[in-house]
């Protein structure tokens, strides 16, 4: 994939497009992720249209710098090239059957947001008072916090009886809630300022260890408390169709 041919939000959109269409094809179940963020990206489109940032057009920029980095790292994937150890802990459960939608979608969210967002953070102000962005940074971050949301309506409609089970028990709930709050903490934006106040030459070195501590993370969804491990495995229990039917329900499209 040639980065230079992505320059605006809708090329994000068109690239996130192709992917949804190329994982569904191939019942490949890291298109879980590839459409709630398309889902997302339309989202900040809109915010951009109706003024809802501050700077709409470095907002754009930011957005596109951001989806580089997970659309570079699906390509290079496939491509069997070298990706951060945050993004490879999530496309390495793409042939695990046990994995749930739910844990394809939360370790996206952990690799785009805990490393991607400050690396493109840094990126768009190079040479610049990065705190002009935090206003803008906070508004997309409470976009992304939508993913949420997005992540509990999406699995209520592959398995409506979801929603049954998280009124009874609110602990499932509970524990997106609390991922979501480690995510949509400071971390990124303290990250973001720490490598864009260092020299480009020291870039790699900081980039390097916030991978290490981000892979790190991947394991609060892959080695969950019991309790957790129980609720995904009634929710596997009722886990239907296949992975082309769940991405057409995640989309809202069934």
Known sequence: MNREFIQTIDDVISVLETI??????????LGYFAVLYQKVTVNVKKGIENDY??????????????????????????????????????FELEKNNKMLV????????????????GIAAAE???????QELKTDFNKINEILSSLVDEVQFGLSAIWPALKWILSKSGKLDNYLVDFSMEIARDGAWNFANTVAGQESDKWPDEIKLRDAAVAEKSKII????????????????????????????LSGMA
Do not use: C
């Open 102 to 117: 739910l844990q394809h979608l939360l370790l996206g969210m952990n690799a785009h947001i805990n490393l991607d967002l």
């Open 124 to 130: 768009i102000s190079a040479n610049k008072n990065i």
């Open 20 to 29: 949804i269409n190329e994982t569904a094809k191939n019942e490949n179940p």
């Open 53 to 90: 940032f501050d700077d709409g057009k470095r907002m754009e920029k930011l957005d596109v710098i951001f989806a580089k980095r997970y659309i570079d790292a699906y390509f290079a994937w496939n491509q069997k090239q070298w990706v951060t150890h945050s993004w490879e802990k999530t």
């Open 222 to 249: 892959t080695h969950s408390k019991k309790w957790i491990q129980f609720l995904l495995w009634i929710i596997r229990l009722g886990e239907r169709g296949t992975v082309s039917e769940k991405m057409k329900k």
